[in-house]
């Protein structure tokens, strides 16, 4: 395992050992609501997104005890929407992460609010961070409702699935991708630069978000390379799927050589944007290792 | 009409301007979502939530303008609960407020979305919030959060639908009541104590919950009388349901009697409470007026 792997999990185990801490019920009769909502945000995932957030905390001189509730809830954001997205009246999925959905496991009913309610106590995670002022909270909280909202996660989803996964023009695609991964892959990485000042400079929130929303494109053009060209059994997941349910990629409108040149220049425009802050390294470890990535 | 309900029209009137506001998309590309999201929370309700925001704002020195954007979010929250609510998994209704059901116009997908992102767009408002510090707000996300969350109005709703409507003591029917619909009230009149000021006093703080959770409960105590007494075009809609569904109410414990006589002394309690203050009329007029609805 190489050093970014290392860190990678060592930072997904205090994560998940915060979102345990945060989705405990104080109040006994909630505990079912709690468990469901457990059973998804503790379960195995890449922590991504916290990384992100700890990890530009750190490039901007603030400590990982202060970044962790943003991570904590940019992660529960982000499990509310798978869990959500699996139900029956979306994409219908009966397994995530090689385990039952939420709501084959506790029901549709208790699967729609433990969503509701991952998303709810996102924020109150959020408002609860006793290592910075005021201000960074208002701030995270203002830019991760906006990201996970009409304008960012949401919106894209709806126009995801209004469009049924048919979009006309390559723009329309990647504005879809920008609101439905990039918002939030902005915010993750935006809230840890909030986390460590409540008084950010323009180019430094300019910095994040670009090298963010890149990263972030290049991750979603390389998952539409490896459902075509992975091994299913490597990949974690069937493969194929976008050409039998006829889903528009950006391989509706590249070739695939065009497509991993366009990767790999989002990826060193990301990587060339860090690079001028000291301390970078692991970000720009990150940026590569999402792109050379198998699964 | 009398002088409390010439103020609370004109304040849903002041509200629902406000919505709109919140409620129009920026990117054009999200439009048909808030569509249906103005659908649902543009539709005409009483607006009490909104009005004890305002009403506490101005009770402890604040401006309107302060209160507005906390008590949209709470009408935003209050909405997207309905919207999930009457989804086919939970309670599969048709109709709301005299019109078709979110899900009914929109699909269940878009239903399902609408409800997350008013939820979302909510917390969006509070921390929009230009008139209150940046500790005002955190305050009030805070408490929003937890009061719409697992150990309040979600986590009510949880136990009501886990248990299928029926409970076994008149403690677990006031627990459920106080978390499903008291806390969110409850949430309501403390954001506007935060509207005007960023330091409450304990005491302040308290008086608010206690009147507020008295409020709530004499409501829904009067809910389940007008169940049964009520004719049902007066009140809006069918009566004996909890009967034919055979759902616990304060009358599976208390007779009719001992009920309304509780429903009188929560409601003395709240007004001896706020009437300690001056500026308290309105607020005691809401509370008489909550008791004494036909509908």
Known sequence: MNKLETALIACADRVTDSLRECLTAEDPTCEPLFEAMRYSALSAGK?????????????????????MPFAC???????????????????????????PTNHKVYGETTALLAGDTLLTQAF??????????????????????KAAGGVGMAGGQMIDTAADGKLNTREALEHMYRLKTGALI????????????????????????????????????????????A????????????????????????????????????TEEAVAIISK?????????LANYLVTRRK
């Open 231 to 266: 091994d299913a059994e490597e990949f974690g997941r069937p493969t194929g799927s976008d050409d039998k349910n006829q889903k528009t990629t950006i391989l509706s409108f590249l070739t695939m050589e065009d497509t991993l040149a366009r990767v790999r220049s989002l």
């Open 47 to 67: 922590r991504i997104r916290p990384y992100l957030t700890v990890e530009f905390c750190r490039l901007f001189g603030g400590r990982e005890e202060a970044a």
């Open 277 to 285: 802050y000291p301390d970078s390294e692991n970000l720009i470890s």
């Open 186 to 229: 902005a915010a993750a990485s935006v809230l840890g630069v909030y986390a460590a000042t409540d008084a950010p400079t323009a180019e430094m929130l300019k910095d994040t978000e670009t090298f963010s929303y890149n990263v972030g494109l290049a991750f979603q053009f390389m998952d539409d390379v490896l459902d075509v060209t």
């Open 73 to 99: 809830a940019v992660e529960m954001i982000h499990n509310y929407s798978l869990i959500h997205d699996d139900l029956p009246c979306m994409d219908n999925d009966d397994f995530r992460r090689g385990k």
């Open 124 to 145: 109150a995670t959020c408002a609860s961070n006793a290592y910075v002022s005021p201000a960074s909270v208002q701030h995270a909280v203002a830019y991760l409702a």
